[in-house]
Each structure stands twice: as structure tokens, then as C-alpha cells.
């Protein structure tokens, strides 16, 4: 077993006798983790340790077993972990999708951008102001293939980077006038913290992001196992019906779409 320093939780859901640490990023900023942490508790009687982290930053934390699970959006280094051997029980869980959203004149017109690589293209080329977040999270990484697809090295004074996870990224955008790539998820419940700004590009399928829960392999880490249970809870029907409808009696639409849908859009 890895010995580290201890992780600090950013929140703890249930009030079960045993735990399990699961690393992850905007599912928990956006209250859908405590959602299925609580009910998962009111079965197992478990407590779910959220560990605050982008996808980049999860799984390293998982690499280095000091997490028992995570839920992110990176399909290729997930890839990459079940071939190296050291994530196992990969689960489909659900989706939603990135939308590139910028101030309401739209400097670079990308409304009429015919894929994320064309208005990235048209951003770079107004150098208009990009907020990126730059932190190797599942939304950086995609943000960078798309960059790649356009043939484009983003540098300049235009390209701002924050280090800093989604809501922050989109505060920013709105503080700077600029464009910002943020997953449908935040935008739908955070959108207020952004009133200058609005969805100027959306409908490319790959901008759609597929999440998938990952366990460390079997005795690597102290509760691994009650992970994989919660694992298998996220997939079982009750577990999908809460994704599926997760945000919608506040919001007036779902935050996240399941499983069902997420798997025509996995590549």
C-alpha cells in the first residue's frame, strides 16, 4: 500500500461505518456525487470521501493508490491505465458535452463554425481571448485536441491559463470577455456567474464526454472493494436513474445524461 501524506477530503457523504476515497472533479462540484453517495450509504452503509481533482490529477491519485476509485473524462490515458495494469473495473457511467461559450458579440464569429477545431481556428486566428484551465483535467486534455485537430499552438497574450477547475475557469472567462470551453453540466447549473457570456458553438460529437468509473486492482488499496460495490450501484438502475435525472427538478433539464446514452459516443 502506498503511504503518503493524508488526502484532504473536500467533502465526506453518508454516515456508514466503512468508507472508500473516490477522486473527482466537477461531478462532485456540481452535487451529483453526494446525490449517489447518499444513496449508495442508505444501502451499504458506507461513507464516500470526496477527493477534490481533475481527471489528470485523479487518475495519478489512483496510480499512486491513494484513492480507492475515480469517475473521469479521459478516455485515451483511461485507455492507457487498464493496459498498464493499474485501474481495473472500468464502467461506462454516463456523459454530457462541451460547449464553447464566449461574450455575446462573438469577436470570432465562431456561431458559424462548422466543428470545435473551426472555432478554435476562428479564436485564434481574432486572437480573441481563450480562458484555458491548463491543469491536465479531462476538459484541458480535450481542449488540446481540439487545438491539435486545428493544427494550432495556442500561445499569446490572448491565451489566458488558469490552473483552476471549472466554475473558477468560467468566472474568469466571464471577468475577461472571453471564450471558454465548459462542459454542459457547470454551464447549466452555473451559468449565472457568467451573465456576459452565452453558448456560441455546441453540436460536434467530439465534444460530447464520455465519463468512466475505475477502481485500483484488487488488495491495492485498503476499500477498494466497497468501491467497486459503489462501482456497480453507479451502473445498477437506481443508480443510473439518479444520473439521468440529476439536476432536472432544479434546473429544468438534466445535468448529465446515462449510460444508455453515453455508449454510441464512446471511440
Same mark, same amino acid.
Given at each position: 500500500? /502506498?503511504?503518503?501524506?493524508?488526502? #484532504? ?29 447518499? /444513496?449508495?450509504? =442508505?444501502?451499504?452503509?458506507?461513507? @464516500?470521501? *470526496? ?22 473524462? /479521459?478516455?485515451?490515458? &483511461?485507455? $492507457?491505465?487498464?493496459?498498464?495494469? *493499474? ?11 462541451? !460547449?464553447?461559450?464566449?461574450? $455575446? ?5 465562431? =456561431? ?7 472555432? !478554435?481556428? #476562428? ?6 481571448? %481563450? ?17 491539435? =485537430? ?7 497574450? *490572448? ?5 483552476? %477547475?471549472?466554475? +473558477?475557469?468560467? $468566472?474568469?472567462?466571464? +471577468?475577461?470577455? +472571453? ?8 454551464? &447549466?447549473?452555473? #451559468? ?12 460536434? $460529437?467530439? @465534444? &460530447? ?10 488488495? #491495492? ?5 466497497? /468501491?467497486? =460495490? ?15 435525472? !440529476? ?7 438534466? @445535468? ?5 446514452? +453515453? ?5
Amino acid at each position: 500500500m /502506498a503511504q503518503t501524506n493524508p488526502l #484532504k477530503s473536500e467533502a465526506i457523504y453518508g454516515q456508514g461505518n466503512k468508507s472508500f476515497k473516490l477522486a473527482t472533479g466537477s461531478p462532485g462540484e456540481l452535487g451529483l456525487l453526494q446525490a449517489l453517495g447518499e /444513496a449508495f450509504d =442508505k444501502k451499504e452503509g458506507a461513507r @464516500l470521501i *470526496w477527493i477534490k481533482a481533475g481527471s489528470g490529477a485523479s487518475l495519478n491519485l489512483l496510480k499512486t493508490q491513494q484513492v480507492d476509485m475515480i469517475m473521469v473524462h /479521459a478516455p485515451e490515458a &483511461v485507455n $492507457k491505465a487498464i493496459a498498464e495494469g *493499474w485501474a481495473t473495473d472500468r464502467t461506462l457511467i454516463g456523459s454530457n458535452e462541451f !460547449y464553447i461559450v464566449g461574450p $455575446k458579440n462573438d469577436p470570432a464569429n465562431i =456561431k458559424i463554425a462548422t466543428s470545435g477545431a473551426d472555432a !478554435y481556428s #476562428k479564436i485564434a486566428k481574432a486572437q480573441a481571448k %481563450f480562458i484555458s484551465r491548463g491543469d491536465k483535467s479531462g476538459t484541458h486534455q480535450k481542449e488540446m485536441d481540439i487545438w491539435k =485537430k486545428a493544427g494550432i499552438t495556442p500561445e499569446g497574450n *490572448w491565451y489566458i491559463i488558469t490552473n483552476d %477547475f471549472m466554475t +473558477a475557469s468560467l $468566472k474568469r472567462a466571464n +471577468a475577461e470577455n +472571453a471564450y471558454f470551453m465548459s462542459d454542459s453540466s457547470t454551464w &447549466v447549473a452555473e #451559468k449565472d456567474v457568467a451573465p456576459n457570456l452565452q453558448i456560441l458553438y455546441r453540436g460536434d $460529437k467530439f @465534444l &460530447v464526454n464520455t465519463y468512466d468509473a475505475l477502481a485500483a486492482p484488487s488488495s #491495492k488499496t485498503s476499500d477498494r472493494d466497497i /468501491a467497486v =460495490k459503489f462501482i456497480q450501484f453507479v451502473a445498477s438502475d437506481e443508480g443510473q436513474a439518479i444520473i439521468r435525472n !440529476y439536476g432536472k427538478s432544479q434546473y429544468k433539464e438534466p @445535468l448529465y445524461n446515462d449510460a444508455a446514452y +453515453a455508449k454510441q459516443y464512446v471511440h
